[in-house]
């Protein structure tokens, strides 16, 4: 038998982390955590909370940018994955059809009206990737729409489809995808016009600053798309799964009806990767149009007993916990609390989201004193005042988030589900308080962004 012992390994070499990662790993990561004060060591987690050594308790407001949706080791998902492996099921033999994925695939077009089949994959970025590729050979036409600012992934395929250019330099060239606007139909029926569109790919609502698309829009999208024979995708890969406070986002508003959907993170209960592509019938059956590309598209991992077992017990989670409907309840909660701070500090400018899914802009202020120290921040890089809020509210009341996009200065809340009053009252009184320190001109979170003006100038 092997010697191998993860907890004695774990107990030994836990304490070189920082250093493990910066020697073999991405160096620049734990070099900008230091840098902006973000370099803690977190034992364990549960629910909506980390906890450090000392049995701290830090408020989870990021859901690892959306994954942990049923909380951090949901004692349902930690089931489920327990009983899959006593199982000792026969997986991915590639020739045979076990009923995990079936099952799973079921459960999700229960709740996806209109869409009839799904691929499994095993993340966001492959769930665009798929649909891409699929909405590509459904319509025998090359080029796919975006809109501005989007985020679909970090792959190559779903790199062409990503609005911001600091993801994109350095990777050309990319394939022959075209931005327009969020919300502009006269932009996309422009584009239509030239008959070589597959498909738009959006998000619902962008996780780049938390802009909803206008009403209305994707279902007159829908209906130019059709019209000119092209496909409308809805990346739900954040949005997805109770999130906004419907089970997908395009289900705000009626008759909709996407040709394809892209699903991911909260899918895998926090445990396992796993990404679903579903889809038209029509459109599967253009793929896989004869037993000759039977594997025309698929995925090594794809389907895996893991992933499917923590997928079907996410579903059963949201359902018996009600997560959909909480989500609805609490973020409009937290964000209509947030709101009504926007009247009493001039450097908030803005909040705005759908379900637990929230945005929060800082503006330029109004009087003299704040004015020049907002403008000296954005001189040397925008975005650093939304870094000032983040750092103070993870270093002085526990709370950890982050900025919703490169060079924006907005704040994205994306907590767990099942965070519930006593989340949203901790989170507005912290919030406050920063916003206190930081409308009094003075203090330690200006010296603060005195650093990160040396750091940004240092860096250009």
């Given at each position: 038998?092997?010697?191998?012992?993860?907890?004695?390994?774990?107990?030994?070499?836990?304490?070189?982390?920082?250093?493990?990662?910066?020697?073999?790993?991405?160096?620049?990561?734990?070099?900008?955590?230091?840098?902006?004060?973000?370099?803690?060591?977190?034992?364990?987690?549960?629910?909506?909370?980390?906890?450090?050594?000392?049995?701290?308790?830090?408020?989870?407001?990021?859901?690892?940018?959306?994954?942990?949706?049923?909380?951090?080791h949901?004692?349902?998902?930690?089931?489920a994955?327990?009983?899959?492996?006593?199982?000792?099921?026969?997986?991915?033999?590639?020739?045979?059809?076990?009923?995990?994925?079936?099952?799973?695939?079921?459960?999700?077009?229960?709740?996806?009206?209109?869409?009839?089949?799904?691929?499994?994959?095993?993340?966001?970025?492959?769930?665009v990737e798929?649909?891409?590729?699929?909405?590509?050979?459904?319509?025998?036409?090359?080029?796919?729409?975006?809109?501005?600012?989007a985020?679909?992934?970090?792959?190559?395929?779903?790199?062409?489809?990503?609005?911001?250019?600091?993801f994109?330099?350095?990777?050309?060239?990319?394939l022959?995808?075209t931005?327009?606007?969020l919300?502009?139909?006269?932009?996309?029926?422009?584009?239509?016009?030239?008959?070589?569109?597959?498909?738009?790919?959006?998000?619902?609502v962008q996780?780049?600053?938390?802009?909803?698309?206008?009403?209305?829009?994707?279902?007159?999208?829908?209906?130019?798309?059709?019209?000119?024979?092209?496909?409308?995708?809805?990346?739900?890969?954040?949005?997805?799964?109770?999130?906004?406070?419907?089970?997908?986002?395009?289900?705000?508003?009626p008759?909709?009806?996407?040709?394809?959907?892209?699903?991911?993170?909260?899918?895998?209960?926090?445990?396992?990767?796993?990404?679903?592509?579903?889809?038209?019938?029509?459109?599967?059956?253009?793929v896989?149009?004869?037993?000759?590309?039977?594997l025309?598209h698929?995925?090594?991992?794809?389907?895996?007993?893991?992933?499917?077992?923590?997928?079907?017990?996410?579903?059963?989670?949201?359902?018996?916990?009600?997560?959909?409907?909480?989500?609805?309840?609490?973020?409009?909660?937290?964000?209509?609390?947030?709101?009504?701070?926007v009247?009493?500090?001039?450097?908030?400018?803005?909040?705005?989201?759908?379900?637990?899914?929230?945005?929060?802009?800082?503006?330029?202020?109004?009087?003299?004193?704040?004015?020049?120290?907002?403008?000296?921040?954005?001189?040397?890089?925008?975005?650093?005042?939304?870094?000032?809020?983040?750092?103070?509210?993870?270093?002085?009341?526990?709370?950890?988030?982050?900025?919703?996009?490169?060079?924006?200065?907005?704040?994205?809340?994306?907590?767990?589900?099942?965070?519930?009053?006593?989340?949203?009252?901790?989170?507005?009184?912290?919030?406050?308080?920063?916003?206190?320190?930081?409308?009094?001109?003075?203090?330690?979170?200006?010296?603060?962004?005195?650093?990160?003006?040396?750091?940004?100038?240092?860096?250009?």
């Open positions: 038998m092997t010697g191998f012992d993860l907890t004695k390994l774990l107990a030994e070499r836990s304490g070189e982390r920082y250093e493990l990662h910066a020697r073999h790993l991405n160096h620049q990561l734990p070099r900008m955590l230091h840098t902006i004060g973000f370099d803690k060591v977190y034992d364990r987690a549960e629910g909506a909370y980390f906890y450090d050594a000392e049995d701290n308790a830090y408020l989870d407001m990021l859901a690892g940018f959306g994954v942990m949706g049923v909380g951090r949901h004692p349902v998902v930690r089931r994955l327990h009983d899959v492996l006593d199982a000792q099921l026969a997986d991915l033999t590639r020739f045979d059809c076990q009923p995990l994925p079936g099952l799973l695939a079921e459960q999700l077009l229960a709740r996806a009206p209109g869409l009839d089949r799904v691929f499994f994959g095993n993340s966001g970025t492959e769930a798929t649909a891409l590729k699929f909405a590509r050979c459904a319509t025998g036409r090359p080029r796919v729409l975006y809109c501005d600012h985020f679909h992934g970090l792959t190559t395929g779903s790199l062409s489809v990503n609005g911001e250019d600091g994109r330099d350095g990777f050309a060239p990319l022959p995808d931005p327009v606007p919300g502009d139909t006269a932009a996309l029926e422009r584009e239509l016009r030239k008959k070589d569109v597959a498909a738009l790919v959006v998000e619902p996780g780049k600053g938390v802009h909803a698309a206008p009403p209305g829009y994707l279902r007159a999208a829908r209906e130019l798309l059709h019209r000119h024979g092209a496909l409308l995708i809805a990346d739900e890969v954040q949005t997805g799964l109770g999130r906004t406070g419907d089970f997908f986002a395009y289900q705000h508003e008759d909709v009806d996407p040709d394809l959907v892209c699903v991911a993170k909260s899918l895998s209960g926090g445990y396992v990767p796993v990404g679903a592509t579903l889809g038209k019938e029509w459109i599967f059956k253009k896989y149009s004869s037993m000759d590309r039977v025309v698929s995925a090594s991992f794809g389907s895996n007993a893991q992933a499917m077992a923590a997928g079907l017990a996410t579903l059963a989670v949201m359902d018996d916990e009600r997560l959909t409907e909480n989500a609805r309840r609490t973020g409009e909660l937290l964000r209509s609390r947030l709101a009504a701070l009247d009493r500090y001039e450097l908030l400018h803005e909040v705005r989201g759908r379900g637990l899914m929230i945005g929060i802009e800082f503006g330029r202020p109004r009087s003299l004193k704040l004015r020049s120290r907002w403008t000296m921040l954005q001189a040397a890089r925008k975005g650093l005042f939304a870094q000032m809020v983040v750092v103070p509210l993870l270093q002085k009341h526990r709370i950890l988030t982050q900025v919703s996009g490169d060079h924006l200065e907005v704040i994205k809340l994306i907590p767990p589900l099942v965070v519930g009053e006593a989340e949203v009252d901790r989170f507005v009184a912290a919030f406050t308080q920063v916003m206190d320190d930081a409308h009094s001109g003075g203090g330690l979170m200006w010296d603060f962004g005195r650093t990160l003006v040396r750091q940004a100038v240092a860096n250009r």
